[in-house]
């Protein structure tokens, strides 16, 4: 009986744990949002208003105060309001003493003031905690029920409990807190939401700057070289085929790019001996932002798949199919099959469908609501394993489809490469280099200097003590 009457206990809810009130300065969509979540959550809330008339955007069950009464009814202050307001703030510096202020707002620009607006807020009121959250989420995720994308909220603050209590209101709303440190981060969680997706400028501008060398590259061999030496004009070639040309390759090369800084890391670090030193700045920034690049590359495939499809509706492919056909009724002559290359058209198409399987798979993985219900494990079997089992069939799909023109004199026009040829040297040069870093002669050192094991112990602690002390 003291057993079942234990568990009952255990899953009963705890009534009597009544959450303290949240006042919230600002009554705008994001102070309304906000306050309509933290009653969700059962968090009495009072609002500090100009105006103490009840509106009907107000959450029902919130109170509505003055500014000076409000503060006296609870320990935590949301201040929802923008930074050219604070001042009104000033008169209520006694009333405000010893409370906690959560500074929520953003800048219109990146660094627009010299100190962030939460520091600002705590020299107007030195004698209170600020606290800054809440900034990085907007006023439609809070309505929405707070997604995967959304939940992270950074916290910063110089008051360890005034910062832990704040905390534990983001967690109550079933979002996760992430703490930054001191007041000083402040600038920088102001800066985060104006910046427009930092991680993918360099993927973006790269494969911009590819695209563009690509088609044109394509325009000269099969558009101009064409027009002037054989006087035909496949001018049209710029709308289907030219794009489905570099669309494939622009996926095998991102793909490429995506395990190549693991390659160069494997490199310096076998040169080094050791794991505890810094990469290189640029080598840094690649590995960092290795996920966008095998996004937009997945994009291109996706494009290439759509460009094959379409295909057999196109006027040039019905004319060139056609003219085929009546070439042989009018020669009475029909070609037999060709086995050698029926089985190069099947097994370029076999390989094309499977890396195009195995790239969506890891696209998927890369989603936050996929990758954080695996375990790293199985994250890291499916990124590093199966992608270099995508670009491997991957490069075998262009390799037995564009292999025919490596030693044709044909396709070399202007003594220029086929663009199918300079698509397969980073793919190649990848899978050839990890080839080498599977053996065992190097896997196992480079696994002990994973593990961290290090061949001179003494240089790297030496290196260590110089990087720390240069940074004290």
């Not at 009840?54 to 929802?80: R, T, Y």
């Not at 959560?102 to 600002?120: C, G, M, P, R, W």
């Not at 910062?163 to 600038?187: E, F, H, W, Y």
């Not at 054989?230 to 001018?235: A, D």
Request: hydrophobic share 45%; glycine share 4%; proline share 5%.
């Amino acid at each position: 009986m003291n057993k079942n009457s234990s568990n009952t206990m255990a899953l009963a809810p705890n009534t009597s744990n009544k959450r303290e009130t949240v006042c919230i300065f600002g009554t705008g969509d994001f102070g309304r949002a906000l306050g309509h979540k933290m009653i969700q959550s059962g968090y009495p809330v009072v609002y500090g208003s100009r105006s103490t008339q009840i509106s009907n955007l107000i959450p029902k069950d919130a109170e509505v105060l003055g500014h000076a009464e409000a503060a006296q009814k609870a320990a935590i202050i949301i201040i929802a309001i923008p930074r050219q307001h604070y001042n009104f703030l000033t008169p209520l510096a006694e009333v405000l003493r010893g409370k906690v202020l959560v500074d929520i707002s953003n800048n219109l620009k990146l660094n627009q003031y010299a100190e962030s607006n939460a520091e600002h807020l705590a020299q107007l009121l030195p004698g209170s905690k600020v606290v800054k959250a809440f900034n990085t989420v907007s006023a439609w995720a809070l309505q929405a029920g707070t997604l995967d994308a959304s939940r992270q909220v950074f916290v910063c603050g110089d008051d360890v409990e005034a910062k832990q209590m704040v905390m534990n209101i983001v967690r109550a709303l079933g979002l996760t807190p992430l703490d930054k440190g001191s007041l000083l981060a402040a600038q920088e969680i102001e800066n985060y939401p104006l910046q427009l997706f930092p991680m993918w400028k360099f993927p973006i501008f790269l494969s911009l700057v590819l695209t563009v060398f690509f088609f044109f590259y394509c325009v000269v061999l099969d558009i101009i070289y064409t027009y002037i030496y054989e006087k035909n004009n496949f001018s049209f070639f710029i709308a289907i085929t030219i794009p489905n040309r570099v669309c494939p390759v622009m996926a095998l090369i991102l793909l490429a790019l995506v395990y190549l800084p693991g390659i160069f890391a494997a490199i310096i670090q076998l040169y080094r001996g050791t794991k505890y030193r810094r990469f290189p700045d640029w080598l840094d920034k690649w590995m960092l932002c290795r996920k966008q690049l095998g996004l937009i590359a997945l994009a291109f495939a996706s494009l290439h798949v759509l460009f094959t499809l379409v295909t057999p509706l196109r006027t040039f492919v019905s004319w060139r199919t056609s003219k085929r056909i009546i070439s042989q009724v009018m020669n009475n002559k029909t070609e037999p099959l060709n086995h050698t290359n029926a089985w190069l058209s099947d097994s370029y198409l076999a390989l094309g469908i499977l890396g195009f399987f195995l790239f969506v798979l890891l696209g998927i993985t890369s989603l936050p609501s996929v990758s954080n219900n695996v375990n790293w494990r199985e994250f890291r079997f499916v990124q590093s394993k199966l992608g270099y089992l995508t670009l491997i069939l991957s490069t075998a799909h262009t390799l037995v489809y564009g292999g025919k023109w490596f030693l044709s004199p044909s396709a070399y026009k202007w003594y220029l490469p086929n663009i199918y040829i300079l698509s397969l040297i980073v793919p190649c040069a990848v899978l050839v280099v990890k080839f080498l870093l599977i053996f065992p002669c190097v896997d196992k050192p480079l696994t002990q200097i994973r593990q961290g094991w290090e061949r001179n112990p003494k240089y790297s602690e030496q290196s260590n003590y110089i990087i720390n002390k240069s940074a004290v």
